[in-house]
């Protein structure tokens, strides 16, 4: 085979063999290995025991993120068995200064958010504060999209369930309402 052949024959076979993010998506039934690292640099895995709602979004859907925490039933709010983590996608052009500043801006929302829970909390009497049980991670670099075998995409709106052990129970690609939340955190 000449140098040209077989460059070409390999670019064809790795074609084949190198896995798109089609092949890695992830199913139900499916274990996600997943590490992160929040923003308050809590450690968190998909496997540590607890139920988990996964969203994963761009910034300008972080509307969508509050209605998935909205809809998630009371019986989840202050209970250590449930979590939600949002996973906040941006550029990977973002310069350091701006990761900086993007990440005082996502604490900032986050003590807001702990506020809006609140009532939720009291209403429950629960003494905890809510802003314990909130986790956002930024992904600057798409390594959690990496980890999740999601494109590096903008455009990308996800809502996963993963059992304590890091199962995927459910996945939808838009906001759940509150039934379909309601049955999946069982």
């Not at 024959?9 to 992160?36: D, N, R, S």
């Not at 540590?48 to 009371?74: E, H, I, N, S, Y």
């Not at 941006?90 to 996502?106: N, P």
Request: aromatic fraction near 6%.
């Amino acid at each position: 085979m000449t140098t040209r052949t077989t460059g070409i024959f390999f670019g064809v076979l790795l074609t084949f063999i190198t896995p798109t993010p089609e092949m890695l998506a992830l199913a139900p039934g499916q274990t996600v290995a997943l590490k992160l690292t929040d923003v308050d640099g809590r450690s968190l895995s998909a496997s540590d025991g607890q139920v988990t709602t996964l969203v994963f979004t761009a910034r300008r859907d972080l509307d969508k993120a509050r209605v998935v925490g909205d809809r998630t039933p009371d019986r989840c709010l202050g209970n250590p068995k449930f979590r939600m983590i949002t996973v906040i996608h941006f550029s990977k052009t973002t310069s350091r200064t701006m990761r900086f500043v993007f990440t005082k801006l996502v604490r900032q929302r986050l003590a807001s958010e702990a506020n809006r829970l609140r009532p939720r909390y009291l209403a429950k009497k629960l003494a905890t504060d809510p802003r314990q049980d909130v986790h956002v991670v930024t992904d600057f670099n798409g390594a959690t999209a990496s980890q999740l075998g999601l494109p590096d995409s903008s455009e990308l709106f996800k809502v996963l369930i993963l059992a304590p052990d890091g199962v995927l129970l459910r996945e939808w690609n838009a906001v759940p309402t509150s039934q379909e939340l309601d049955s999946a955190l069982r």
